[in-house]
């Protein structure tokens, strides 16, 4: 069985850094995009960045030169490093990738989620 554990979140000041980790875990035979979700209150879940595995990069706008995604193909992690974080960005961040386990199509797996709250 296939299972994503995020860890990282926290509360911080606007202005700080924080970074979150994702590792996923089980009969993995390959993981393809990785990417960080978030959903803040009222609002739909927004797609953050996403790493293919070749190391591509995808952001959304908003967050374009403060967050940086990253992995680690052998150790099937990605991370997502947030710096210059402003109260916007408080919300539940969710880790997703595409994989492939080693019986069976590849499919999309998710996080449980971890919040990211920005206060003063």
């Known amino acids: 069985q296939v299972q994503l554990v995020e860890s990282g979140g926290g509360l911080v000041q606007p202005g700080g850094s924080l970074r979150l980790s994702c590792a996923a875990s089980?009969?993995?035979?390959?993981?393809?995009?990785m990417g960080w979700y978030r959903q803040a209150p009222g609002k739909q879940r927004e797609l953050v960045a996403q790493i293919s595995r070749g190391g591509n990069t995808y952001y959304t706008g908003s967050v374009k030169g403060r967050f940086t995604i990253s992995r680690d193909n052998a150790e099937n992690t990605v991370y997502l490093q947030m710096n210059s974080l402003n109260p916007e960005d408080t919300a539940v961040y969710y880790c997703?990738?595409?994989?492939?386990?080693?019986?069976?199509?590849?499919?999309?797996?998710w996080g449980q989620g971890t919040q990211v709250t920005v206060s003063s």
């Open positions: 997703n990738a595409d994989i492939a386990p080693m019986a069976g199509p590849s499919s999309d797996y």
């Open positions: 089980g009969s993995i035979f390959s993981i393809y995009d």
